[in-house]
């Protein structure tokens, strides 16, 4: 059975829109668009947006820097580099046929590039040779793009990223190359466009819009019929809010409460069983809180709280953690240790000497959400 697929054409399209030179409305220095994890961020881009950029007559390469987390961001976009130049090998002349383009381009969204040798030229090369191959514009996707941040070579990636971009679009002729930016860490994509230091200073980041209404009201639609069962489109929405626009929960929800409904013989209840969910995950992150020490618990509720405006050695700060710890004083060198362990479980990030930023957004969703009542 094919998995389902609700399509976002529209965007896929208005994204494209901005492929263009035009001054006004292009985006000939990138788009940066972030949304949280497990979203169908990733699914849109190979099955909406790739098939609209090759229909507008532009060639797309997406290159998820999280499809080997061991390799170093670099690694892998060379690879992808380099897949596309093998697979574009035997096309006869520069001008490739529409069928020829989407067989390479497909191919190479669904097959990994672990076992393929890396691109030995320069970044900006490579891209140059794919334009000249295919004779048209470039829409270059990295997906996850925040991962660059973790070495050298993932920034020197952005930095060659960058000067392929400047070099291809400020010549008088020939393909241009538009970058597209997605990640599931806002902050950690801010940290391509903030600063005078960032590889595409002078960006913004942008959010990527979440499915809606819509998408539900296809998805239990398409559910009834097949099952002849009866939701009801405010229940599908309030269970798809409360698992936080997660289409593969969303689905999982649904598929469960059917099938337990009808051994059960009791009516379903989509709302329930969405909290139920919610409630797992939200136990999962509360053990991991138990385990932490009284002083790291306060550390990190006081970021949630914070913001970008945690400031973890200020003076306020020691007394409000104190304070939540249930202890006489904190000093610097306990709050030092302690965040320092919050970074090692990956429930901080520290982009910079005294900056730091809440790693897991789930923990940061649960917390607030408690805070609201949500």
């Not at 001054?23 to 098939?51: N, W």
């Not at 048209?136 to 392929?164: C, H, P, W, Y």
């Not at 900056?355 to 897991?360: F, G, L, P």
């Not at 923990?363 to 959400?369: E, F, G, N, S, T």
């Given at each position: ?235 599908g929405v309030a269970a798809f809010e409360t698992l936080r626009y997660r289409p593969e929960a969303f689905m999982k929800a649904l598929r469960d409460e059917i099938f337990e409904a009808a051994l059960s013989g009791e009516p379903i209840n989509l709302r329930r069983r969405a909290e139920d969910v919610r409630q797992d995950l939200w136990g999962n992150l509360e053990a991991e809180l138990d385990g932490l020490s009284g002083v790291q618990r306060a550390l990190l509720e006081a970021l949630m709280e914070s913001g970008d405006s945690f400031s973890p050695f200020a003076a ?59």
């Open positions: 059975m094919e998995v389902f697929h609700y399509p976002r054409s529209e965007l896929a399209a208005s994204i494209v829109r901005q492929m263009t030179p035009d001054p006004i409305f292009g985006a000939l220095s990138g788009l940066h668009l972030a949304a949280p994890r497990r979203t169908g961020k990733s699914t849109f881009l190979r099955r909406d947006l790739a098939p609209a950029v090759l229909e507008a007559g532009k060639f797309p390469i997406v290159v998820d820097l999280w499809e080997d987390r061991s390799r170093d961001p670099s690694d892998i976009m060379r690879r992808r580099i380099g897949q596309t130049l093998e697979h574009l090998k035997g096309a006869a002349g520069k001008v490739l046929e529409r069928s020829r383009l989407r067989q390479v381009s497909a191919f190479g969204f669904s097959v990994g590039i672990a076992n393929l040798e890396p691109y030995s030229g320069t970044i900006p090369e490579g891209l140059e040779r794919i334009g000249a191959e295919v004779s048209r514009d470039i829409v270059l996707v990295v997906d996850e793009a925040q991962q660059a941040l973790v070495s050298d070579g993932g920034m020197n990636t952005m930095f060659a990223l960058k000067a392929a971009r400047d070099a291809m679009n400020q010549r008088q002729e020939g393909p241009r190359l538009f970058l597209v930016m997605t990640g599931s860490h806002r902050s950690k994509l801010a940290e391509l466009v903030l600063g005078s230091k960032a590889p595409f200073y002078g960006g913004s980041v942008q959010d990527f819009p979440v499915l809606g209404k819509d998408f539900v009201r296809t998805l239990i639609e398409q559910v009834g019929a097949a099952r002849n069962v009866k939701i009801t489109l405010d229940d306020q700060t020691l007394k409000e953690v104190a304070q939540r710890a249930g202890v006489g004083e904190v000093t610097k060198s306990a709050v030092q240790q302690a965040m320092r362990v919050l970074v090692d479980h990956e429930l901080v990030w520290q982009p910079g000497s005294g900056r730091y930023a809440v790693d897991n957004q789930d923990m940061l969703d649960m917390y607030l959400r408690k805070r609201d009542g949500a």
